[in-house]
């Protein structure tokens, strides 16, 4: 759902909500859902599910049920339950995907946990939770010069408010437990609210907040990616990356999640390949694994002693040494099995001119003309020097 800050302002330009990495208006590419069953008409008889998805500030999404039977559509506004009394959120889902939704996130429909949702948000609703929403940037500021002043070693990363203004749920990340009596009652008098606090981990902490990654596009976390599945160093080993902390690192201080998105190809292919581990020996020599090329699936080995000649093996042929090692047959030396690398033809180049014929400097005004005139207009001026 577009938000109103995205559309255009005086002159045709655009707005913005100057919100880097995330919609600060809560509303745009924050885990959208396609409804790809919205265009099937249920059988005869059946009725429709009658609870629905709703998401509040950020990622928080909860599920409710539609006992009053309201015609509902993704992204419209409604006041749903709450303790104590209401919330307002925008629906993200109806129909049958909450259905497999719940029961992908176990989640009972006649769960206490799933509450109900009271109407369709009226404009005064939207009034008070929209006036309540601007306060939180504010409160955040107030709040962590008040943690900072009672030395806790925290960090209050969001705040959100209910939708009638009378509750504010702070999330905070700490690496330790902390005692935050005191902190609620000086909040209590600070803020005259209802005070909630929340403990989330820095993988949450960074899919609430959003931001952009080093691939140049929004985090994972904070628009599609749900689940937060452990990643271990060996998920780079596997793929040949460098074992360097500021690059497999992302903006929550944890190792990134989309290191595990190709793990499962990279494993398929490695079932070919021998362990590096495992020693070639030969009457030449005993040959050490050097390198894998996974993509184009060789194995360089070196003899001991002689490390700077290697021989290109395929994952084949350094499994048939394997084998005859682990059957005693003596096998004479690594070149039997090498195979032959083809020199490549540095004169012939295999790249295009996507630019055609013209230059790149076509249009820079060339630097000899330019010396020219200039010596011919001071020869013009000064005729007796030249003489």
Not at 48 to 76: M, Q, Y
Not at 136 to 155: P, T, W
Not at 235 to 241: E, S, V
Not at 295 to 319: I, R, S, V
Request: proline content about 3%; glycine content about 6%; some cysteine.
């Amino acid at each position: 759902m577009g938000c109103s800050s995205c559309s255009t302002g005086k002159d045709g330009q655009p707005k913005g909500c100057k919100n880097n990495g995330t919609c600060g208006t809560d509303g745009c590419n924050k885990l959208t859902v396609f409804d790809w069953l919205s265009n099937m008409s249920l059988p005869g008889g059946v009725e429709p599910f009658n609870c629905v998805e709703i998401r509040f500030k950020n990622g928080r999404k909860d599920f409710f049920k539609n006992s009053e039977k309201l015609t509902l559509s993704i992204g419209d506004v409604v006041a749903v339950e709450a303790s104590p009394g209401h919330d307002v959120g925008i629906v993200t889902l109806t129909g049958e995907l909450v259905r497999v939704q719940m029961k992908k996130k176990k989640v009972a429909i006649d769960s206490p946990e799933v509450l109900k949702i009271y109407r369709k948000a009226t404009q005064r609703d939207i009034d008070i939770w929209q006036e309540a929403r601007n306060k939180e940037d504010k409160m955040k500021v107030r709040a962590r010069e008040i943690a900072i002043r009672l030395n806790l070693h925290m960090k209050i990363s969001d705040i959100e408010f209910q939708g009638d203004g009378s509750k504010a749920t702070f999330y905070y990340t700490a690496e330790e437990r902390v005692d935050f009596r005191q902190l609620i009652k000086e909040f209590a008098v600070e803020f005259s609210t209802r005070i909630e606090m929340r403990q989330i981990g820095f993988r949450q902490e960074a899919a609430r907040l959003g931001g952009i990654g080093s691939c140049g596009r929004e985090l994972c976390c904070s628009t599609w990616l749900t689940d937060f599945r452990s990643v271990n160093t060996s998920a780079a080993r596997y793929q040949q990356l460098s074992l360097n902390p500021q690059k497999l690192a992302g903006q929550c201080g944890k190792l990134k999640c989309c290191l595990n998105y190709e793990l499962d190809t990279y494993l398929d292919a490695l079932k070919d390949f021998p362990k590096t581990e495992i020693k070639l020996f030969t009457k030449k020599g005993t040959a050490v694994c050097q390198k894998t090329d996974i993509f184009q699936g060789f194995l360089w080995y070196a003899y001991e002693g002689d490390w700077m000649n290697w021989h290109k093996l395929t994952p084949e042929q350094a499994n048939k040494i394997i084998k005859a090692n682990t059957a005693r047959e003596s096998v004479n030396s690594l070149e039997e099995y090498e195979v032959l690398i083809e020199k490549e033809d540095t004169s012939k180049s295999d790249f295009n001119n996507v630019v055609g014929q013209d230059s790149l400097t076509r249009f820079d005004s060339p630097k000899s003309t330019n010396k020219k005139r200039r010596k011919n207009k001071r020869r013009k001026q000064n005729p007796s020097k030249n003489e």
